[in-house]
């Protein structure tokens, strides 16, 4: 599975635009790129998936250049509500092992 | 809610007892995966069950731990003999296998504190 490098921590204020991206340059052909968003004693929570170019969902939008080397998660506005940590996961569709790294930990400030 | 769920959600134990912690997934979910997680750390994968079968365990998973999935629906994940180092957030995780874009979703998880 390949292997994803983000940033360990974000710092963001209320109502600015976060984007927080990851590099995945080994990613395979039938690989996908998940976000998942996780606060504190809580499980991760699935934020968005994609494969190629953009989608966007009521909550984020996942851009992926030609070459799906990276991938960057776009926070609109955010709020005090968006710090927490965010995990970038590539993987095979079907069976998926997810492989998480340390994540990048987003802190919004008033 | 008909999201994952997981019981119970805080457990503390002496070393050396016997723990359970069961999960349910979102019903129709043939996949189900248990993960740990440590203080600062993202999860890590323990165990895959599809359906029933378990068919992936990780190197984590020593032989003092075990699951099962009767029936294709909830799991168990037993600790026999817990150690002070098997304490952990124990995250449960279930998805449907529809080939790409497959996607697990997460319970709340059973936190552990061996004492």
């Known amino acids: 599975l390949a292997k994803t490098t983000q940033p360990i921590s974000m710092d963001s204020y209320e109502g600015q635009e976060v984007n927080i991206t990851c590099s995945h340059n080994n990613i395979a052909t039938n690989d996908y790129i998940t976000w998942y968003q996780q606060f504190p004693s809580q499980g991760p929570r699935f934020i968005i998936q994609?494969?190629?170019t953009k989608v966007t969902n009521e909550v984020a939008s996942l851009f992926i250049p030609a070459d799906r080397k990276s991938s960057t998660l776009s926070l609109p506005r955010v709020s005090l509500s968006d710090t927490a940590v965010y995990y970038c996961l590539v993987g095979a569709g079907g069976y998926n092992k997810l492989i998480f790294g340390a994540g990048t930990r987003l802190a919004v400030h008033p | 809610d008909t999201g994952v769920s997981q019981d119970p959600r805080h457990k503390i134990t002496k070393r050396g007892q016997n723990v359970t912690f069961r999960c349910d997934p979102i019903s129709e979910h043939n996949r189900l995966y248990w993960y740990r997680q440590t203080l600062g750390q993202g999860p890590e994968f323990l165990t895959y069950?599809?359906?029933?079968?378990?068919?992936?365990k990780s190197r984590l998973l020593s032989d003092r731990f075990s699951a099962e999935r009767p029936k294709g629906s909830f799991s168990t994940l037993e600790i026999q003999r817990t150690e002070q180092g098997d304490s952990a957030m124990y995250l449960c995780?279930?998805?449907?296998?529809?080939?790409?874009?497959?996607?697990?979703?997460f319970g709340p998880g059973t936190r552990l504190l061996v004492l």
């Open positions: 069950f599809q359906n029933e079968a378990q068919l992936e």
């Open positions: 994609g494969y190629k």
């Open positions: 995780a279930s998805s449907l296998s529809a080939g790409a874009g497959e996607t697990q979703y």
